[in-house]
């Protein structure tokens, strides 16, 4: 079964251009989530969705970052502009919702830097 | 609120023996959930085993297993026969029933196998 999937796995770019992420979540899964993680500050919980509406979008940092899932099968996160402290590995997560007993599966992340 | 608490930074333990990671909780949560998640060195996070609250019998995966003290908040991860390639970081974290298997992670800690 192919499990979520994350383009690109790097991303280079210079300060002030636009970013985009995107993650396909594992079919039949209707629970998305966004993660960032640092040496910093850990894994953090940026966003998530549930049936593509988005439910608690506390952890997204500043107006410079959005997320969308148009559909099921489908979603992007958004920097722009892009500065040198975005610089992390954000990963994508996926799982079936309606209870406290279902893992979330983990996309293999993108690694991006910001110069 | 929840959280978790993952007091180990670092362990070493040899081939072959047996190591716990520790990890205790927080909620008011009647109804939970804990997971513990494998990081290796490649970045990926690997799904390892989950421990429903209701749960009567604690979860055994393979080599993994969870010894469940409800009444300590304790949910350490025991490791058997531990094996070069479990060198990596691992967390612990916990979902609550109606949050749409929202998580709450720790901090990791990382574990180095040695010969």
């Known amino acids: 079964d192919a499990g979520v999937i994350q383009s690109p796995r790097h991303e280079v770019t210079e300060m002030g251009q636009e970013v985009t992420l995107r993650c396909k979540p594992i079919s039949g899964h209707n629970s998305l989530f966004w993660y960032r993680q640092t040496m910093m500050r850990g894994l953090e919980l940026l966003i998530y969705?549930?049936?593509?509406?988005?439910?608690?979008d506390s952890g997204m940092p500043e107006d410079r970052f959005s997320a969308k899932m148009p559909n099921a099968s489908f979603s992007t996160l958004k920097i722009q502009p892009s500065e040198p402290r975005d610089s992390a590995v954000y990963f994508c997560a996926s799982t079936l919702s309606g209870g406290a007993n279902q893992p979330q599966h983990f996309g293999d992340g993108t690694r991006l830097s910001i110069l | 609120a929840q959280k978790i608490t993952q007091t180990q930074p670092g362990m070493f333990v040899q081939e072959k023996e047996a190591v716990t990671l520790d990890c205790t909780y927080d909620?008011?949560?009647?109804?939970?959930?804990l997971f513990w998640y494998k990081q290796p060195s490649s970045g990926e996070m690997i799904f390892l085993i989950y421990q429903g609250s209701y749960d009567q019998q604690n979860a055994t995966e393979g080599r993994y297993s969870l010894n469940f003290q409800k009444a300590r908040k304790s949910a350490n991860l025991v490791i058997s026969a531990s094996q070069l390639g479990d060198s990596a970081m691992y967390f612990c974290a916990m979902s609550a029933t109606g949050t749409a298997s929202k998580l709450t992670f720790g901090t990791g800690t990382r574990l180095q196998v040695t010969l």
């Open positions: 909620t008011s949560d009647p109804s939970y959930g």
């Open positions: 969705f549930n049936n593509n509406v988005p439910i608690d």
